[in-house]
């Protein structure tokens, strides 16, 4: 199992403004949850499970900056890159406000970067 506590994710697409969700993820045993934001993204919250082979299942609430607020689900699937940092590949279902479905990726931030503070601030997901 992958432990992806700690672990920085950031969607390698930035809005128009420049900027990319950021996600940090927290783990204890299966238990899998995050906080991100960024980009469109004032504030997300997700929630789940991880498997023996580090696929994460989750339910997500996002609000956005517009003030749309979206749930949804989404699983992850873990790739290795050549580096060793890994690559999450979304599926994600959106139920609220606008139901949709699509397929995304979050790059894991190289260890020793930045990342921006998501409690200061209120800073996508699928």
């Not at 082979?53 to 979206?70: C, F, K, P, Q, R």
Request: hydrophobic share 35%.
């Amino acid at each position: 199992m992958i432990d992806y506590n700690g672990r920085t994710f950031r969607n390698p697409e930035t809005g128009p403004d420049g900027t990319a969700p950021v996600a940090t993820y927290h783990q204890d045993g299966e238990l899998v949850w995050a906080e991100a934001a960024g980009g469109e993204v004032r504030r997300c919250v997700l929630a789940g499970t991880c498997d023996a082979d580090g696929v994460i299942t989750m339910g997500y609430t996002l609000v956005l900056h517009s003030g749309e607020i979206a749930i949804g689900r989404c699983v992850s699937t873990p790739e290795r890159l050549d580096d060793g940092r890994i690559v999450l590949r979304e599926e994600w279902e959106r139920y609220e406000p606008i139901p949709a479905k699509g397929t995304s990726a979050i790059e894991e931030v190289p260890s020793g970067t930045a990342a921006p503070n998501l409690t200061a601030t209120a800073p996508e997901g699928g």
